[in-house]
């Protein structure tokens, strides 16, 4: 029997009870599973853009972020409303992580589109984001860690979905997710610090 299981992908449900204490604890076990200890420091890149409601996860996690990381000065956040990290300056940002830090863990967060019945459920995977999938965009992979929030159903005028996707989900998905960050980054920074 194996004790140490490898963690393929977990998922919770935006809307159950339990999903901020939930889904810091898929991250934690992740994060470890993924030798997070061996790297420098956190980057955070939350991806996506305000200007369409259901690509407005990622700036939305980093907008919820940004003052519950103020304490944590070993976590850098990339990816806010005030400067999303987009389609259009992605590599730009991934060039000047690879240039201002020697050895950056890097947790990435992104919107998703999926089936019906998993509209609302966030999930997290060791492993990179691949950005645009969901729109057919060919853009750089990155992340060690990725969570993706499915906004809205994929498969037909991925666009136009995005564009009609509510906000209150987005919302209630972008709390789940900073509020679970910030509970694993403190609970790790617990671990470290022993």
Known sequence: MNLNPKIESSSVNCYSPMAIYDLSNYMFDT?????????DQIVVVCIGSDRSTGDS?????????????????????LGTLDDPVHAKNLEEKIEYINTNFSNPFILAIDASLGQFDK????????GPLKPGLGVNKVLPTIGHVSITGIVNAGGIM?????????????????????????????????????
């Open 158 to 194: 991925e666009y136009i979905v995005l564009q009609n996707t509510r906000l209150s989900l987005v919302m209630k998905m972008a709390e789940v997710i900073s509020k679970s960050i910030h509970l694993c980054i403190i609970k790790y920074n617990k671990i470290k610090s022993n």
């Open 57 to 77: 996860l990622g700036p939305l996690v980093g907008y919820k972020l940004k003052s519950m990381l103020l304490r944590h000065k070993d976590v850098v956040l």
């Open 31 to 39: 994060l470890i599973q993924s030798k997070i200890y061996d790297y």
């Open 119 to 126: 509209i609302g459920f966030i999930n997290i995977k060791e």
